[in-house]
T-cell receptor
């Protein structure tokens, strides 16, 4: 079965550079979540999209922005990168029932993008 | 405030022993979902099990089983007859409708299974 695809798998950047992470959800999934996992930490929610509209926002820095496109893929744009942005970035997708009610579907995660800031 | 608490930081067992991971959660929602995810050294997050708040039936799936008790807000997870490949970080997570169903993770428990 198709899974969540993230690219790139690894990314090395220098301070103050920009980065774009991409996420392709499982086909027919309408909701995308982004999480950041620092070294030795649990994943922290950044932002989510439902039907191409931002549905919730967590502890995402103003330097970061994201969007979901018409084909449901999502991109996380990161600017003015700092050393503290070094982390594993996960994208997850799920499908909500019609009406956007309670979802009985688990979030399926991509393999993550490991971002290293030098 | 931490919504999900995993009190055990690390657990080390010998192969074939059972491992039980504790998870306590906090929510005001009546509809919510609880999950266990596994993160092996390679880094990916692997979905293991899900339970919704209306179903306290405890089940067994292969070597995995879980004990969901709303009265104590606990969702414990057991690996029976552990194997070396079970070595990973295990995360308990909570999804609430009032929180757009995003996952709130516990701090994780590192399980090491020795041969």
């Amino acid at each position: 079965a198709a899974g969540v695809i993230q690219s790139p798998r690894h990314l090395i950047k220098e301070k103050r550079e920009t980065a774009t992470l991409k996420c392709y959800p499982i086909p027919r999934h309408d909701t995308v979540y982004w999480y950041q996992q620092g070294p030795g930490q649990d994943p922290q929610f950044l932002i989510s999209f439902y039907e191409k509209m931002q549905s919730d926002k967590g502890s995402i820095p103003d330097r970061f922005s994201a969007q979901q496109f018409s084909d449901y893929h999502s991109e996380l744009n990161m600017s003015s990168l700092e050393l503290g942005d070094s982390a594993l970035y996960f994208c997850a997708s799920s499908l909500r029932p019609l009406g956007g009610g309670a979802s009985n579907q688990p979030q399926h995660f991509g393999d993550g993008t490991r971002l290293s800031i030098l | 405030a931490q919504k999900v608490t995993q009190a055990q930081t690390e657990i080390s067992v010998v192969e074939k022993e059972d491992v039980t991971l504790d998870c306590v959660y906090e929510t005001r929602d009546t509809t919510y979902y609880l999950f266990w995810y596994k993160q092996p050294p390679s880094g990916e997050l692997v979905f293991l099990i899900r339970r919704n708040s209306f179903d306290e039936q405890n089940e067994i799936s292969g070597r995995y089983s879980w004990n969901f008790q709303k009265s104590t807000s606990s969702f414990n997870f057991t690996i029976t007859a552990s194997q070396v490949v079970d070595s990973a970080v295990y995360f308990c997570a909570l999804s609430e409708g009032s929180n757009d169903y995003k996952l709130s993770f516990g701090a994780g428990t590192t399980v090491t299974v020795r041969a």
